[in-house]
C-alpha cells in the first residue's frame, strides 16, 4: 500500500484548512524567527547562529541542547511540506539560502552537526547513547526528502548523503567501524525515506545495520562509556531501557523508555520490516502496537505516562493528572500508526491516527498558534500544579517556546503534511482507502487509472462525508472507506441507494467494489451522538468515571464553564446531553450540555464527617479537549465520576 | 493544666503493654545495636563511633547524616521514658556509660556535636539554616530531661546545660552575638522542657530569642549565606518557607515547609506562648492547627503530602498514592496536640492524639517492631510504586534500619512516654482529665487531694471503659472524661447510675463534678459502630469514595484479603458490615466485613469502550490501617469508591 503523495492531496477543509494556514502564516515564521533569536521573552534558540559559526561565518560559542540542530531541521521539514502544499516564493528563498547554510557548515568529510564541530570536534562520534549527533541527522534527513518533494531541488539531498555516506564510514558492522546505533532512535525512519527517494542500498542497509545492532551484547553503550572513561553519573541517569536498546528489538514486546524514542525506533522498524518484508521485525511492531494502544495510551491519544525521563511506566498506569503525554510522542504515535497501515490495512491503526491528530496532539498548539504544550494532562488543578514537584512539568497556560523546542515544530510538520495521511491506495488490489475525513480531494493514478476523488464533509462537527469520484473511463476498482469503531450506526450510499454494510465489512473498512463511472457519488453518514466512554477496569486512575467522546473528539470540562472543584462534578450514565455547534466559542467548536450533579461545598469546615456529601443538579457544559486553556487558566478535567 | 507524670502513669493495657514490651525488649536493643554498626544487613549509622572519635577514642573519620547524633539523643529519651516506668538496671548502665561518653566527647567550651567537632570544626555556627547543630541540641536537651526525670541523674543535665551556655554565648539578641535560629525547630520546645527542669530564665529565654526572631529582616539565613560566599545550589534548594522562617512566626496562619519542622516549631511556641501568657502566640498556635487538622491532614493522622522536601503543600490535596505522611510528623503531631491542650481544655485536640497514635504513628512499625516505615501512604499498588519515579519514597514493605533515622527511634520514645499522655489535671478548677482509654492506673495530687484512678478497657476494640477511684477521703472534684467525637451515643454510668451527659459536656469533655468517695466507679460506654467517613468535597482526592473507621481505628482493605485491583471494589452506603475480633489474626485485631462490589476484569483487551463494567458482589474485608504490610506485600487502600 501507498500513501498518496501530498503534492497529490488539495485539503479544504472548515475544521483544517485554517490549521494549516496557521501553520504557514503564523507558525512557520514565528518559528524562522524564534531560531535567528528574534522573539521578545522568549527562551534564546541560537540555533542560525550555531550554523553560522560553524560555517566560520560567525565567532561566539555554540549555545543551546546538543540536539539543537534538530529544530532548523524540523522547520525545514514543514517548509517543505507546507511548500508541497502550496507555492511560496519568499518563503523557498529563505529555505534555500538556509539551505546554503547548512551545506557551508558540512565539513569536507561530511560531517554535519553544529554542537559537535563548534564546542566539541574531539567529542564526535564518542557518545552515541547521549549525544544525539544521528537523531539531529535524521531530522535534516526528513528535512531534505520534505524539501526535495515539494521542490525538486536536490542539494539538500546531496548535503545530506554526503553526511550519510560519512556516517556509513565510521558506523558499520564492517571491521574498523563502530558497531554504534543511535540513543534517541530518528534516523532508522529517515534513512528508509532516504532509500525510497536514491535507491541507494547503502541507506537501507545502514538503517538496517542500526535496528539489527539494538540491543546486542557485548553492548554498544558499555563499550563505549568504557572508552570515555564514564564516571559514575551517566551510568545512573542511563538505563538501556531507556533507550529501547535493553534487548534486541525483535525480543521487544513491551514498550518501555522514553516515548518518542520508542515510537520513533518502532515507526523505523515498520519501515524496514515492510520493506525487506522481515515477519519477525513485522510481529515485534505489533506487539508494540498492541501494547502501546491497549494498555498505555491515554484516550487522548497521549502516550508516556511519567514526566520523570518521558517515559512509559507499567501497563495501565495513567494518572491523568501526572499524564506526561508529550505532543511529540503523540506525533510520533501518528507516524508509527500510519506505517501499520503498510503491515496490514486496519482501521485500527488510522484510528489512532485520527484519536491523537484531534485530541492530544492540536492540545499541544493554542488556537491561534502562538503557544504551546509540551505535556498535555488529562487533569488539571493550577493550585496543585504550582505547589506540587510530582508535577512540575504539568503547565496550565501554554507557553510561546521552550528551550527544548521539539514540540512546536513536529506541529508545524505533521499538520503541513496532514495530507498524507487521508488517502492511499493498493495497487495489487486495486484499492483506493479513504482513511481520514478531511475535506478537499487528490488523484490516484494506479496501473493508468486515474481517479479524482473530492470529499465534502464538516467533519469533526457533522456526521456526513459526501464522496464525489471522476474516472477517465469507466473502471471497476475497489473504494475503501474506513467505518469509525466510534460509529454505532454508519450509512453509506452509493449515488443515493443504500448499501448494505455488513457484506462489504473488512477490518473496519467498507469495500465498495464496482465499475465506477464519471461523477458516482457516495454518501456516508457517521452518525455522532455523545458515547459514554469508560476505561478498562485495570486503569485505577479511571475506574468509575467515564469521558465523554462525540466522533473522534474526546471532551473535557473546564472550570471557565463550570466552577471551580470540577471532580466534584459527576454524570449519570443516562444522562440528557444535547450537542451545539458554538460558531463564536474557541473558533467554533461543537458543544456538549449534560445533565449531571455537583456536590455543594462542604457547608462545615470539617475535614472528615460521617454524614453524606450533599449534590445538586447542574448543567454540565465540556468543550473539545484539543481547545482547552485557551480561555482564562482554570481546573480540567477529562475523567468524570459516573453517578 | 499539668499531665500527669510519667512514672505516676502506669500502663496494663491489652493494646498497649505489649508494645511497651516491644519498645523496651525489642526496639530499644535493636536500636542500640544499630547506633553500634551491629546488625548485618542493615544501612550502617556510626553515631556511636562518630562520638568515640570526637572523644579522641577512636581514629577515623566521621560518617553519616549532619544530624547523626539525634539518633543516639532519641535512643536516650527512649531509654528514659522506658526506665520511668520499669526499671533496668544493664539498660541504665548502658545509657549511663554513653552519657559518659557524650560527656568525654564534649568540647572545654560546652560544644557537642561530633560532626562538627570531628570532620568540620571550622564551619561550627556558621550554617544555622541547614547545619542542625540546634536540632542535634535540642534532641539532646529533651533525652536529659527525660533521663532525668526517670533516674534522678543530673549528669546529662549538667552536660546539656553547659552545651546551651555555650549556644547562648553565641546565639542571642545582644551585640556581638549572631541573631541566628535554627533552620530545624526542636531545641524551642526542648529548652522549656530544659527551663522547667532548672528553672534558669536563660533557657526559657534562649527559646524565645528563637521564636521570636525566626523570620525577622534583614534575614538571618541571608546573612549567614552572604557570609558562607554560598554559591548557587543552596539557593536554589531552599526557601524560607521549607524552614517557617519566611515570615515572624505570629504572622504565620498556614502551614508550609517541611512537616515535621513546622509541626516541632508550633510545639515550641505553644510551650513558650502559655509560660509567657502570650495572646499573639497563642492566635497563631491556633490558626496554625486549624489550617493542619482541617485542610491538610489525612485521616489517618499523617501530615505532609509531598515527598518533595518532605511538606505541606496547599489546602486539601492529600493525595493517597504520594502521601509523604512521615511517622515522626505524626508524632510531633501528637506533641503539638498535646501541648494544645494546654491552651483550652478541648477534645479537640486529644482526638488528634488518638487519631495519630492509632493510626498514621503505629503503622510506621511492624508488629514485631523489627521494621519500619519512614512514609505511610494510603494507597499502594506495588508495581506502580517500583516504576514511577513520582512514587519514589513510599515504600510497601518496612525495611529495618534508614540511613536517615529519625522515624524508629522516635516511635520508641512515644510508645514508651504514652503514659503522659493519658492524664492532666487542672488545679484552680479541681479537675482530673482521662484523655485516652488506655487501661491501667494513676494517681494524682492535687493541692493534697490524692486521688488513684484505674482504668480496665479493650479499647480501642470493645466499647466499655471501667474507672474505678480510690481517694483518702471523701472530697469534691472534677472528673472530666472525653467523650470522642466519633461515638455518636456515649453512655455513661456512675456508681450504676446512668448520668444524664447533655447537661455535663463541656467542650468534649464530660465533667462529672461531685464528692468522690473511694471505690466509685464509673462506666463509660462508647458504642462503636463501624462509621463510614466521608472526606471534605474539596480533598478532590477522596470525592466519591469513604473510609472506614471503628472507633478510633481507621481501615485500610489488602490484596492479601481482598484479591488485586482493590480500586474496582465499591461499597454502598448502606453496606451491611460485621465486626470480630480475630486473635490470630495480626495479632490480634478486629476485622470488618463489609457486602460491596467488585467489577470484573475486562473481559476484553480493550483499553476503552462504551459498555458498563460489570460488577458483582463480594465480600470486602477490612483491616486496622496500622497493621498493614505485615503478611506479604501487595496492594493497600483506605480510601474505597462509594457505591
New interface residues.
Given amino acids: 500500500m501507498e500513501n498518496v503523495d501530498l503534492k497529490d492531496v488539495i485539503i479544504d477543509d472548515s475544521f483544517w484548512s485554517k490549521r494549516q494556514k496557521l501553520i504557514k502564516e503564523t507558525v512557520i515564521p514565528y518559528q524562522w524567527a524564534a531560531l535567528n533569536d528574534a522573539i521578545p521573552g522568549a527562551e534564546p534558540s541560537h540555533t542560525i547562529e550555531n550554523f553560522r559559526i560553524a560555517a566560520g561565518e560567525s565567532n561566539g560559542e555554540y549555545y543551546g541542547m546538543v540536539f539543537q540542530d534538530s529544530d532548523l531541521a524540523k522547520w525545514l521539514e514543514a517548509v517543505g511540506h507546507s511548500l508541497a502544499i502550496g507555492k511560496d516564493e519568499s518563503l523557498e528563498k529563505i529555505a534555500d539560502d538556509v539551505i546554503d547554510l547548512i551545506g557551508r557548515a558540512q565539513q569536507e568529510d561530511g560531517y554535519l552537526n553544529t554542537y559537535f564541530i563548534v564546542a566539541h570536534p574531539e567529542r564526535k562520534w564518542t557518545n552515541l547513547r547521549d549525544d544525539h549527533e544521528l537523531y539531529c541527522a535524521g531530522h535534516l534527513i526528513e528535512a531534505a526528502v520534505a524539501y526535495f518533494h515539494a521542490t525538486g531541488k536536490r542539494k539538500i539531498i546531496d548535503i545530506v548523503c554526503k553526511l550519510v555516506d560519512h556516517i556509513d564510514s565510521v558506523l558499520g558492522p564492517e571491521a574498523g567501524k563502530k558497531r554504534g546505533y543511535p540513543g534517541h532512535p530518528e534516523i532508522e525512519l529517515a534513512l528508509m525515506k532516504l532509500y525510497k527517494v536514491t535507491g541507494n542500498k547503502k541507506h537501507l542497509e545502514l538503517c538496517r545495520f542500526f535496528i539489527d545492532e539494538r540491543g546486542a551484547e557485548p553492548h554498544y553503550y558499555d563499550i563505549e562509556a568504557e572508552r570515555r572513561k564514564e564516571s559514575g553519573r551517566g551510568e545512573k541517569f542511563h538505563n538501556k531501557s531507556y533507550s529501547q536498546a535493553h534487548l534486541p528489538v525483535r525480543e521487544q514486546t513491551e514498550a518501555v523508555g522514553h516515548s518518542v524514542r520508542a515510537v520513533y525506533l518502532y515507526s523505523g522498524m515498520v519501515d524496514l520490516a515492510v520493506e525487506i518484508g522481515d515477519e519477525s521485525l513485522i510481529d515485534a511492531c505489533k506487539a508494540l502496537w498492541?501494547n502501546v494502544?491497549?494498555?498505555k495510551?491515554y484516550?487522548t491519544g497521549g502516550i508516556g505516562s511519567?514526566?520523570?525521563?518521558e517515559s512509559f511506566?507499567?501497563n495501565y498506569?495513567l494518572p491523568n493528572n501526572?499524564a506526561y503525554t508529550e505532543t511529540c510522542a503523540s506525533i510520533a504515535l501518528v507516524f508509527w500508526a500510519d506505517r501499520m497501515l503498510q503491515i496490514e490495512e486496519n482501521r485500527d491503526y488510522a484510528e489512532i491516527i485520527e484519536r491523537a491528530l484531534y485530541n492530544g496532539i492540536l492540545s499541544g498548539m493554542s488556537l491561534d498558534g502562538k503557544s504551546y504544550f509540551y505535556v498535555n494532562p488529562l487533569e488539571v488543578?493550577p493550585?496543585?500544579v504550582?505547589?506540587?514537584?510530582?508535577m512540575s512539568s504539568v503547565k496550565y497556560t501554554r507557553q510561546p517556546w521552550f528551550g527544548c523546542a521539539c514540540c512546536p515544530p513536529n506541529l508545524a510538520r505533521l499538520i503541513a503534511s496532514l495530507g498524507q495521511y487521508i488517502y492511499s491506495y493498493n495497487k495489487s488490489n486495486k484499492e483506493i482507502f479513504i482513511h481520514q475525513f478531511v475535506g478537499g480531494n487528490t488523484k490516484v493514478e494506479m496501473d493508468g487509472l486515474h481517479v479524482g476523488i473530492e470529499q465534502k464533509t464538516e467533519y469533526p462537527w457533522d456526521e456526513k462525508v459526501n464522496i464525489a469520484l471522476s474516472v477517465d473511463e469507466e473502471q471497476e476498482f475497489t473504494l475503501a472507506l474506513r467505518l469509525p469503531s466510534w460509529c454505532k450506526e454508519p450509512k453509506l450510499k452509493v449515488n443515493n441507494e443504500v448499501v448494505d454494510l455488513s457484506s462489504i465489512l473488512e477490518k473496519g473498512y467498507a469495500k465498495i467494489t464496482r465499475v465506477w463511472k464519471q461523477d458516482d457519488h457516495i454518501e456516508l453518514i457517521l452518525p455522532m451522538p455523545v458515547?459514554?466512554?469508560?476505561?478498562?477496569?485495570?486503569?485505577?486512575e479511571n475506574?468509575?468515571k467515564l469521558?465523554l467522546q462525540r466522533g473522534p473528539i474526546v471532551y473535557c470540562i473546564e472550570e471557565v464553564d463550570n466552577g471551580e472543584?470540577l471532580?466534584?462534578i459527576?454524570l449519570p450514565?443516562d444522562s440528557n446531553m444535547s450537542v451545539k455547534f458554538e460558531e463564536s466559542l474557541l473558533e467554533g467548536v461543537s458543544v456538549i450540555k449534560a445533565e449531571g450533579f455537583k456536590?455543594?461545598?462542604?457547608d462545615?469546615?470539617?475535614?472528615?464527617?460521617?454524614?453524606?456529601?450533599v449534590k445538586a443538579p447542574v448543567e454540565v457544559k465540556a468543550i473539545p479537549y484539543f481547545a482547552w486553556s485557551n480561555r482564562e487558566p482554570g481546573e480540567m478535567i477529562v475523567w468524570i465520576?459516573e453517578e
Avoid: C
Fill in positions: 498492541e494502544t491497549q494498555k495510551m484516550i511519567s514526566q520523570y525521563r511506566t507499567v498506569d501526572r488543578w493550585s496543585t504550582d505547589h506540587r514537584n510530582d458515547e459514554i466512554v469508560r476505561a478498562n477496569p485495570n486503569v485505577r475506574i468509575g469521558a472543584n471532580q466534584s459527576s450514565s456536590i455543594n461545598p462542604s462545615s469546615e470539617q475535614l472528615y464527617f460521617t454524614s453524606h456529601n465520576r
